[in-house]
Structures are given as C-alpha cells and as structure tokens.
C-alpha cells in the first residue's frame, strides 16, 4: 500500500495512537470545510461539512497498511454514518491531498436540520468558533502540549 494520508479532525486527535501503522505527521489546514461541534447536535464527537471558504485546523496522519485504514473506516461508521472524501490540505506551506471523514448525504440532511433547530446566537456560535478545539483544551490538555500549533488562530494569509 502506498502511504495513504488522512486529516485526524475529531475523537481521531487523540485516539491516533490507539492504532498500528499511523505515523502523526503534525498539524494541518483542512480548506472548504467547516468543522462543527455542538453539545444540542452531536454530544460527544464533531463533523464536518463543506463550505467553501472556511478552513480548520486538524491532524494529519499517515497510514500505512490497508488493514489500519479499514479499522479505522469501521470506526468512523463507514459506509452508513460516513464517507472517506479527498481534500486538500496545507501542511508545511505545501499542497497536500488526503482523505477525510464526511458524514453520508442522509447523515449531512439530519445534522443541517439539527443545526437548524439550534437558537441563532448559538447557531452563529457553531460557524465562527472552534466549539471542539475548547473541548480538547479542557478534556485532553496533554494535547496542548504535544500539538500547541492545533490551538493557535490560523493565520490570515
């Protein structure tokens, strides 16, 4: 298998070291999408959608045999709850390709209408900030110290 990349944007943060064959190659920007974490929406994991535009910041893994790959789609729910979609990444001032966990069409629909359904001051809260990145901060601070960059404000370039 050639080495496969893949942006590690939720639980994959900090359960990347539960799995052989992944190397954590460091902090990346995921381009046109949003990442979205709201306790009225999912309570324990973010998604992501795409929206031209916005980007976040997520961990880049290389995977290294396919069998480490199908753990991990089997754990992202793939393909009933997710699909494994390419993306392009900006990881060391370099365009990259990898892959990334985007819920179903049908999973998409349910969430849009759960974000629908979330009063407006919080709703613009989800867009405009990082709701899992506090998360993170507060549950996993080993995190911070690992991968301080995760943390930061991406800068406007």
């Known amino acids: 298998m050639q080495k496969t990349l893949l942006v590690g944007y939720g639980t994959l943060i900090y359960k990347a070291y539960h799995y052989k064959g992944i190397k954590k190659l460091g902090i990346c920007i995921v381009n046109n999408y949003v990442r979205i974490f709201h306790e009225k929406i999912c309570t324990w994991y973010p998604f992501v959608l795409p929206k031209k535009g916005h980007k976040f910041k997520g961990l880049l893994l290389e995977i290294f045999n396919e069998y480490t790959l199908a753990e991990i789609d089997r754990y992202e729910g793939v393909p009933d709850l ?76």
Do not use: H, S
């Open 82 to 157: 997710y699909t494994r979609e390419k993306c392009v990444v900006n990881f060391n001032g370099k365009l990259l390709t990898a892959w990334i966990y985007v819920p179903t069409t049908e999973k998409q629909k349910e969430l849009k209408n759960n974000i629908n359904m979330v009063i407006e001051t919080e709703r613009k809260k989800i867009f405009q900030e990082d709701l899992w990145l506090k998360y993170l901060a507060r549950n996993y601070p080993q995190l911070k110290k690992e991968f301080p960059e995760l943390f930061q404000p991406i800068k406007i370039q």
